[in-house]
Every structure is written in structure tokens, then in C-alpha cells.
């Protein structure tokens, strides 16, 4: 069956290391997307990617950068320079570029908690 | 003020009880998604609307483009609805979803 995997799901790191979230899909899915929940708020994304090699910033990407070097994989990377990394991040796709009569498939999530 | 607006923000109901819970937006939409996160954290979509209503088995997903309003149905509720429901708009012109806070649905048996 076709879906998104998240990889790991829990992930505990250190203040001051970087740390890479994998999301694969293999939905043959163009557009890609990250986003980070917290408690009483709703998802805000964090990075979008429509295409193979092409990525935009999403309305909190301070201190997370991604990449997009293949369709089927869009993993992110959580910097020491975000000052409040633990949450649960989410990775997202949809079959083609944010097309409105797209719907969403989301992973499983990983939670990730930095001490 | 958020764009996207839902209500109640937690909802506790018997088993068989009809479930309403409401999305509201202040722009101009292409799209509406209703989504359902189980206590695993997953999200699962359950509609995409652009104008009047779906169905899918004991669920009914409702939008009036003009009030800007969408509403969620579950009829004979059972425990296993319980979760998050969230509702997400695209506004018209935009590549990004903005997202409602969710609601929490808890049935009791």
C-alpha cells in the first residue's frame, strides 16, 4: 500500500545538536510539506517543496532547513538554531503542486524532544 | 483573530449521540479540509469540500461558501470517533493550508 513514512517516532537529542527527520512517500506525489504541532495550536508549516530540487519557506522556518533531492524524500533537519525544537512535526503530501482539489496524506508524525 | 476558527474546542457525548462540530473562516477559500488525528498522533483526511456537502458512511461534511462556514456531522457516534477533528482552508491564490486549532471528541460508551 501506498503512504508516507516518518522515521523515527520518538527522537530525543541534546540542546545544541542538529537532528534529521526522514518523511518518505511513495504516492509518486510532486508537492511535499512539513509541519510542527503543539499543544492548543494548530499545525503551522514549516518548509513546502512542489517539486524535485525546489523547496520554499513555510511561516516558521527559522531554524530548520530542508532538501528535495529526490520525489520521494524530503527529510528535515532541526538546527541548534531553533530555540524551541521539541514538538510534533508532521510530513505531508498531496499528487501534484497544491492543487486545490488535492487531498492531503500525512505520516504518523515524530515527536521529538530536546533536553 | 485566527483565519480559521472552530468549535466547541472539546466535545464529550454518549455512544449514538449525533455529533456537530463547526469550522469558521474569514477569507476567500478554493478548498476545505476536514481531518481526523487519532491519540497516535496520525491524521487521516475525511472530506475535501469546495461547495455543498459529502457524505461518507456515518459521516457528513457541509460548507456555505457565502457565510463562510463548514460544518462536521458524525451520526450514531461510537467511541472509536474519538479524536481530534480539524478543519484546514486554502485561501483563493494560495499553495498553503491554514489550519483551525482542532476539536477534541471524546464518546463514552
Known amino acids: 500500500d501506498g503512504g508516507i513514512t516518518q522515521s523515527p517516532k520518538y527522537l530525543f537529542r541534546k540542546e545544541g545538536q542538529n537532528v534529521t527527520l526522514s518523511c518518505e512517500q511513495n504516492l509518486n506525489h510532486d508537492a511535499m510539506y512539513w509541519y510542527r504541532q503543539d499543544p492548543g495550536q494548530g499545525l503551522r508549516l514549516i518548509y513546502y517543496?512542489?517539486?524535485?530540487?525546489?523547496?520554499q519557506k513555510g511561516d516558521i522556518a527559522e531554524g530548520y532547513s530542508v532538501s528535495r533531492e529526490k520525489k520521494e524524500s524530503f527529510p528535515l533537519t532541526v538546527t541548534s538554531a531553533q530555540k524551541n525544537p521539541t514538538a510534533f512535526y508532521l510530513c505531508?503530501?498531496?499528487?501534484?503542486?497544491?492543487?486545490?482539489?488535492?487531498?492531503?496524506?500525512f505520516g504518523n508524525g515524530t515527536r521529538l524532544t530536546v533536553t | 483573530k485566527n483565519e480559521v476558527e472552530q468549535s466547541p474546542q472539546n466535545l464529550t457525548a454518549q455512544e449514538g449521540e449525533f455529533i456537530t462540530i463547526n469550522c469558521s473562516y474569514s477569507v476567500g477559500i478554493s478548498a476545505l479540509h476536514w481531518l481526523q488525528q487519532h491519540p497516535g498522533g496520525g491524521i487521516v483526511s475525511l472530506f475535501m469540500l469546495s461547495s455543498g456537502k459529502k457524505k461518507h458512511g456515518r459521516l457528513i461534511a457541509t460548507i456555505n461558501i457565502q457565510e463562510k462556514h463548514s460544518s462536521l456531522h458524525i451520526t450514531a457516534s461510537h467511541p472509536r470517533d474519538s479524536a481530534v477533528y480539524i478543519c484546514?482552508?486554502?485561501?483563493?491564490?494560495?499553495?498553503?493550508?491554514?489550519f483551525g486549532q482542532g476539536t477534541r471528541l471524546t464518546i463514552n460508551p
Open positions: 484546514a482552508v486554502r485561501p483563493q491564490g494560495a499553495q498553503k493550508l491554514v
Open positions: 505531508a503530501s498531496t499528487d501534484s503542486s497544491g492543487s486545490y482539489n488535492s487531498p492531503l496524506h
Open positions: 517543496s512542489q517539486i524535485v530540487n525546489d523547496f
